[in-house]
Structures are given as structure tokens and as C-alpha cells.
């Protein structure tokens, strides 16, 4: 959902949402276009350190901390919070064998996230994101979506830390988490979006004691709240878009996913 993204704040504002911010980030305004195709691109991130808000700067791409290598090679800029399964192989999807319903797997499931969103939680200034719109309202357009009023959101993610297993250099990552469309995304075209939970719920993500996984899980999408959304068109999709635009059943099929 989330390829790429602006945060454009000033320091005052950031120090006012009760984010610490560390003398490493001079000057008194942030201005970061970040994407995540690029995997090394950098942003301002918010963690939970010494049960204060802290500022750290990451790559807007997570690479897991069992990988051999630094970048990740497969796409890890959002992290989605299920999926159907698929039989390997073939790609069709699996079913369970006593229902015959699409099998899920979860984000605490899967190998490149699991660790990171038991242990790693982070939130991400945005100040609009950047995504495409193949259906609906935008179709064929390149979107900005931002809140109506203009001010700063945090998205819901995670992060990890990757060390080079010979000169044991550090770097941190991160993903943001993405879920069924708000249905503002879906009519504007889209057919996920990125989470934002309310303000009072903030340091409870970022500590992260929960229960199991799926405490954590439960926790997201129970209090994920929407906002006043906004979107602009950025510019026009280059030529032949239509080929990769869902067929109307398809459409249908994701309006049925609309978070509410």
C-alpha cells in the first residue's frame, strides 16, 4: 500500500506529540521523501526507549535479523497483516480441508516479520503517503493521501536490527503495517491501506508486552481508527496501467474487505 512517503514536520511539532528527539537530527524542520523500493532509503522513526518516545533514524525497507545480507533482497516496505495462503508450487490459494474456506496465514506466522512484531514496534511520521490507484475515483493516477487537516500521522510498524556477522556493523529497519482499505482508500482505488491507532494507545504498541502474538494482533486491529483522509493526484500513470487495473469482479471482492 505504502511504496513511498513524505514527512515534512517541525521539530515543535514532533516534541509535541511527547517525541524525544536526539541532537543526531539537526536543524529545526524534517523533510524526507523515502522510498521503499530503494530498501536503504532513511526516515525518522518513533520507539519506545526508557519508557520515553524516542526519534531514530531507519531504512525504509526491514531486513529481518536472520538475513545473510544487508539489503533484504525480497520487498519488505510494508508488512501486510495476513494473506491467503498459496500451495507452493501452483500459487493456488490453500483451503482447509474441513471448511473448504481460504486458508490465512498471519503476520506473527510469517518468517520475515514474526520476530519483529513480537519484539520491535515502532511508529512513523507521515506526513502523506504515495501509492497508486487502479480503480475507483484515481483510477490511472499516481495518489497522495493525507489527513484533510494537514497534520502530522503516525503509522503503525515494526522494526529490527540487523548486525554484519563479520565487522558487526548495525543497522536498523523498519516496515509499516498494512491491513484491509479504509474505505476511503478503497473508493479513491486502493485495495489495502497503512494503520493509524489513536494517540492514547501509542506507548502500549511501542512497549510491546503482550500477552502472545496474537495478543498483538488483536490489539492493532481493535483499536485501529480512521482519520479525516484527503487525496491529491501526484501525476498521471505512465501508458498501458489498465493492464495491471482488477477486473470488476476482483473490485467487488475487495470492497467486501473494507475496514469500518
Known amino acids: 500500500m505504502c511504496a513511498s512517503y513524505r514527512v515534512r514536520a517541525k521539530r515543535r511539532v514532533l516534541e509535541g506529540l511527547g517525541i524525544s528527539i536526539p541532537e543526531v537530527f539537526d536543524g529545526d524542520e524534517f523533510d ?98 504515495m501509492e497508486s490507484s487502479y480503480f475507483g475515483t484515481h483510477a490511472g493516477n499516481m495518489v497522495r493521501f493525507s489527513r484533510r487537516d494537514g497534520e502530522l500521522l503516525l503509522g503503525v510498524g515494526i522494526w529490527d536490527r540487523w548486525i554484519h556477522r563479520g565487522t558487526g556493523e548495525c543497522i536498523d529497519s523498519f516496515a509499516l503495517l498494512t491491513d484491509d482499505p479504509y474505505e476511503f482508500f478503497y473508493d479513491t482505488g486502493h485495495d489495502r491501506s497503512f494503520l493509524v491507532i489513536s494517540d492514547t494507545h501509542w506507548d502500549t504498541w511501542l512497549k510491546g508486552a503482550f500477552v502472545s502474538p496474537e495478543d498483538a494482533y ?13 487525496a491529491e493526484i501526484e501525476r498521471p500513470m505512465k501508458k498501458g496501467w489498465e493492464k495491471r487495473a482488477p477486473g470488476d469482479d476482483k473490485i467487488r471482492a475487495i470492497g467486501e474487505t473494507v475496514w469500518r
Open 32 to 129: 524526507v521523501v523515502v522510498q521503499g523500493y530503494k530498501k536503504t532509503d532513511r526516515a525518522p522513526v518513533v520507539v519506545l526507549e526508557g519508557g520515553r518516545r524516542v526519534l531514530r533514524e531507519m531504512c525504509f525497507s526491514l531486513c529481518p535479523r536472520w538475513s545473510g545480507e544487508f539489503p533484504f533482497r525480497a520487498s519488505t516496505y510494508n508488512a501486510r497483516m495476513n494473506r491467503p495462503r498459496t500451495q507452493k508450487g501452483t500459487g493456488e490459494p490453500s483451503r482447509d480441508p474441513k471448511t473448504g474456506q481460504p486458508s490465512m496465514e498471519y503476520i506473527f506466522q510469517m518468517p520475515t516479520w514474526k520476530a519483529s512484531f513480537r519484539d520491535r514496534h515502532c511508529l512513523v511520521p507521515i506526513s502523506y503517503a
Open 218 to 230: 488483536g490489539f492493532v486491529r481493535e483499536n485501529r481508527i480512521s482519520l479525516d483522509w484527503k
